[in-house]
């Protein structure tokens, strides 16, 4: 190209000899100049542009169960990469989205059973239409083509409780305007899924583990008929901590789990409990528990010998009962959510979110050592104005017998919990400007 430019700029100058071979040029060679100009600019520009400028959005495969109708494809214009590196963008407000929902129960059939209100007979809809509003930038709705190109070829895993399931049945609904994948999982146990975009060669797993360490049921009812759960506080739970050396994203979670009864082991004996009313077992809380899981799950994570990904904290979502416990009666009947003045973090997801925190910082030190990352998806905030986005008694028949009668724990899909993809895009989309700047601090400390 620069050939090219430099051979007419030579032609066009409007002085001198220049000017004058101009004149005497014939027509045609001249026409034919401009041609040739044309077919070699156009290509270069294409090939020199991005994914993240204008690409057409594919159809899913026909073969598949649902296709998303016209009306609902995603926007075909793929945003530039946004640098919010500098702003807070899970501090700000939820602000009205009348473009929302982005699929619904019908198009998309990864919705739970128990988090498809629609289909359940919540009468409302308003609580679908709102997103979140970062106070001093832009956080772009998810695009799910540039998703999945931005991770072609990658593999991401979700790591914790049904709520870390939630997350990802949320982010298959929001793919599927793009693509469905087809399920590659190892073995038919539903708490283990593996999903596979194949047009994109990206995979998308999940492994259900409520505490992320050991533990197993001990007593099937205990103080609360809720059963009492045995916590081996410095064992991996190998269910999942072998299976995911060799994804490249993790995104790990927990705790709603912790507040029911439990035993704790450390050194292959008790070491206390939290509301296990057991002789001779001190009652030390869960906070205990709940500090000691992550630390634990961490240490697997930063004793991986071939583990090369990035690990992402998803903070602690709180849930939104009113009225009494979710054993008691407690219910969430809001229908728009809070402004940030209007709550404010506190008890036990307060406790939760910092311990996470103090986890995950400590976490991070030791895996810089090796050369590993971790980021921090900070959902707290958000969701904390969110009452109105729970299932509630929407996420099942009205006679039927289910432990979370009242669900103020999980999301509704489509839903709240769908803006997680937006945060989770976000950071993907500038990890590669945060790398470079945390590889300059670290030579600059080495340099000092």
Sequence with gaps: MKHYQTHLHDHEVPSGKYQTLILKTPRKIALL?????????????????????????????????????????????????SNNLKCDIFTGEWVPNPEAPYY?????????????????????SEFMKWKWKPDGCELPVFNPAQFLELLRGKSLAFVGDSVGRN????????????????????????????????????????????????SKEEDSHGPTNTGIFGLYLDEFDEAWTTQVEDFDYLIVSAGHWFMR??????????????????????????????????????????????????????????????????????????????????????????????????????????GRKKGLKYRLLDTTQAMLLRPDGHPSRYGHLPEEKVTLYNDCVHWCLPGPIDTWSDFLLEMLKTEGIRSAEEKRHSRDRRLH
């Excluded at 619904?104 to 409302?124: M, V």
């Excluded at 990035?310 to 009113?322: C, N």
């Design 167 to 214: 997350q990802m049945q949320s982010l298959i609904c929001l793919l599927s305007r793009v693509e469905y994948p087809i399920d590659v999982s190892y073995t038919k146990d539903e708490k283990y899924k593996r999903w596979k975009y194949t047009s994109y060669n990206f995979t998308m797993a999940s492994y259900w583990t409520p505490h992320l360490i050991k």
């Design 104 to 124: 619904t129960n019908t198009t998309c059939w990864a919705i739970h059973e128990h988090q498809n209100c629609q289909k359940y007979g919540r009468p409302d």
């Design 33 to 81: 100049v401009f041609a040739l100009l044309l077919l070699t600019i156009i290509p270069f520009y294409y090939r020199s542009n991005s994914i993240f400028l204008t690409k057409t959005i594919p159809n899913p495969p026909s073969s598949l169960p649902f296709s998303p109708p016209k009306d609902e494809e995603p926007h075909e214009e793929l945003p530039t990469i």
């Design 261 to 366: 009864s439990m035993v704790f082991h450390e050194n292959n004996k008790i070491a206390g409990c939290h509301y296990c009313l057991l002789d001779n077992v001190p009652d030390v809380g869960m906070y205990y528990g709940y500090r000691k899981a992550f630390r634990t799950a961490f240490k697997a994570i930063n004793s991986m010998k071939n583990y090369k990904g990035i690990t992402y904290l998803r903070t602690f979502a709180p849930s939104h009962f009113e009225g009494g416990m979710w054993n008691s009666g407690g219910d969430c009947v809001r229908t728009k959510p809070f402004k940030s003045n209007e709550t404010q973090l506190e008890g036990v997801s307060f406790e939760f979110y910092m311990i996470q925190l103090e986890e995950f910082r400590a976490a991070e030190k030791e």
